[in-house]
């Protein structure tokens, strides 16, 4: 089930992903028919860069460095251009929902390592919260508990106890409260709730 939800999550990112790529796609095609020199500096620049690259391979120093200015020079102008239109710098860039993983759930660390981001991270503990069913602790906690529902009448024969349900539920309500107080106990023992549906063990009146 884990696998499965994780699995679910990651197709998720993938399809956020691709869908924002596709949007910046279409704003840089759009961007570029009404300033046709913005699609000329980016072909200019993606040219220096894969003149950079073949500097690098060659070791070819006094080149690396004119083509790095180049590049430098055609950045400037482009954020110039940007500026005098109004446009933010970001404006052609993916719009990720998470700027740490770019909305693919793991952050590289290094060259052969990635691990997973917090933002997937919390995701997965949203989906076991809700799973819980502990997403209304706001209504249904001890505050709120009221132990009027019950009745106040002692019939054994009727409740199987000694004592009315009402006084019944609140010896169940302190030895949970008990129970919350010492969880981090280790030599406390748990609780065990059991009974046929309907009896309310989920505090959800």
Known sequence: MAN?????????????????????????????????????????????????TKAILNKQNTSLLSLSNKIDALKKEKE????????????????????????????????????MCSCLKQKLLDISFN????????????????????SNEVNPSKYRFDISPRENIKNIKE???????NFDNPDYKNLLFSGNTGLRKNFSF
């Open 4 to 52: 499965e939800t994780l699995n679910a999550l990651l197709k998720e990112y993938e399809q956020k992903k691709v869908k924002e790529e596709i949007a910046a796609d279409e704003r840089k095609e759009e961007l570029y028919k009404k300033i046709p020199r913005l699609q000329k500096l980016e072909d200019e620049m993606h040219t220096y860069a894969l003149s950079t």
């Open 80 to 115: 110039e251009i940007l500026k005098r239109n109004n446009i933010s710098l970001d404006y052609l860039k993916p719009q990720y929902e998470c700027s740490l993983c770019k909305d693919t759930g793991y952050i590289q660390i290094g060259s052969y390592h990635s691990e």
């Open 131 to 150: 799973k819980s069913n502990m997403s209304n602790l706001d209504k249904e906690n001890f505050s709120t508990f009221n132990e009027l529902l019950f």
């Open 175 to 181: 030895k949970a409260y008990e129970f919350v107080q």
